[in-house]
Antibody
Framework: QVQLVQSGAEVKKTGASVKVSCKAS????????IHWVRQAPGQGLEWMGW????????KYAQKFQGRVTLTRDTSIRTAYMELSRLRSDDTALYYC?????????????WGQGTLVTVSS | DTQMTQSPPSLSASVGDRVTITCQAS??????LNWYQQKSGRAPKLLIY???NLEIGVPSRFSGSGSGTDFTFTINSLQPEDFATYYC??????????FGPGTKVDLK
């Protein structure tokens, strides 16, 4: 079955960077875009961007332009989200999600989430 | 960018009730509207895509309708496991993605 397994929780200092991984299994990794979505404590869902695992092409939400970098390693079926210049309001649960494909941008499989805590 | 609003922000309902949530877009988004359920501490779950298509394995008591700027999500005969927060999500041709602010459904 399709699975997305994310790396473990991180605690970072203000100004640092964090890199979260998302390992895919159970489907053709290069055939489906991976998106990243975050959720601050008690808040709603916020889309960050996507990566095309086949080409490496990316699109970032304007809010995160210049601070987020999405990459992938097809040899190990893993996508990465790196967020730099961390602030306290970046404290959130970060999810990777698979786009369902067939021209529909809906997320049919999600990782378990990675909690990133930013403190001074 | 298209803005998404959801109403109500929260509602209280009883088992067996019919629940309706609306999502409004700031401009015409065709049928590019999806709905998710999120339970506390869990990742969101896709329920409906492209306005009215039920995701595989999702019970038929969930349904969606609408077009253009106004969309509706309905739960017919609310079940105990349906108490959760529900989000609409829009996508465009870029594609970029926008989530609605969510509607929390709790027990009356």
């Amino acid at each position: 079955q399709v699975q997305l397994v994310q790396s473990g929780a991180e605690v970072k200092k203000t100004g640092a960077s964090v890199k979260v991984s998302c390992k895919a299994s159970g489907y053709g990794f290069t055939g489906y875009y991976i998106h990243w979505v975050r959720q601050a404590p008690g808040q709603g869902l916020e889309w960050m961007g996507w990566i095309n695992p086949s080409s490496g092409g990316t699109k970032y939400a304007q809010k995160f332009q210049g601070r987020v970098t999405l990459t992938r390693d097809t040899s190990i079926r893993t996508a990465y989200m790196e967020l730099s210049r961390l602030r306290s309001d970046d404290t959130a649960l970060y999810y990777c999600a698979r786009e369902m494909g067939a021209m529909v941008i809906a997320f049919d499989n999600w990782g378990q989430g990675t909690l990133v805590t930013v403190s001074s | 960018d298209t803005q998404m609003t959801q109403s109500p922000p929260s509602l209280s309902a009883s088992v067996g009730d019919r629940v309706t949530i609306t999502c409004q877009a700031s401009q015409d988004i065709s049928n590019h509207l999806n709905w998710y359920q999120q339970k506390s501490g869990r990742a969101p779950k896709l329920l409906i895509y492209d306005t009215s298509n039920l995701e595989i394995g999702v019970p038929s008591r969930f349904s969606g309708s609408g077009s253009g700027t106004d969309f509706t999500f309905t739960i017919n005969s609310l079940q105990p496991e349906d108490f959760a927060t529900y989000y609409c999500q829009h996508y465009d041709d870029v594609p970029s993605v926008t989530f609605g602010p969510g509607t929390k459904v709790d027990l009356k």
